[in-house]
């Protein structure tokens, strides 16, 4: 059964992403007027982290052996997002090309919804992922001009990390 955007708060945003460095600051806050770093998304994709193997031939061994070489994450992009007159992840990129702190934390927070599609307030989130030492890669920060649309503006931001991790519960 459908919702009623009155019942879903976040209008289609179910992923929360917040950002910190590793002293739990926001990073992402540059200006005294807006909490900063924090953001509802329809879209986030989720990194791969892949293995290449090496291969290596050892002395006078007629055949080589393979190992595992160094992990790879790939990016990941945040779409579709909802900042009421919140502009941190757009600003993001920007300070990163002014030379500024552009490495940051990002936890998107994943909750379930109840019957009514309301999310559960007392509820943890059913599930977080942790994207370590993000930098910024793309922003586009409105959607395409279309008149004979309704959806709501689209934006984007990418970002490259280091190592992420899945936390339950």
């Known amino acids: 059964m459908a919702r009623s955007q009155v019942t879903d708060l976040l209008q289609q945003y179910r ?16 200006g005294a007027d807006a909490p900063g770093g924090e953001a509802g998304f329809q879209s986030i994709t989720i990194p791969e982290t892949s293995l290449e193997p090496v291969e290596y031939r050892e002395g006078h061994y007629k055949h080589s052996k393979k190992y595992n070489g160094p992990p790879t994450v790939s990016d990941t992009t945040f779409m579709r997002g909802v900042a009421m007159e919140d502009t941190s992840f757009i ?15 990002i936890t998107v927070y994943r909750y379930r919804r109840d019957e009514e ?45 280091e190592w992420c991790e899945t936390v339950k519960g």
């Not at 990129?93 to 702190?101: L, P, R, S, T, Y």
């Open 15 to 30: 992923f929360h992403a917040v950002a910190s460095d590793t002293d739990g600051n926001n990073p992402l806050h540059f």
């Open 91 to 105: 600003d993001w990129i920007e300070n990163a090309i002014d030379g500024g702190e552009y490495r940051a934390d």
């Open 117 to 161: 599609g309301e999310r559960a307030q007392a509820q943890p989130s059913q599930r977080s992922y942790i994207f370590h030492e993000c930098i910024p890669t793309r922003v586009k920060p409105d959607g395409d001009l279309d008149s004979a649309t309704g959806d709501v503006s689209l934006a984007e931001v990418d970002a490259a990390m």
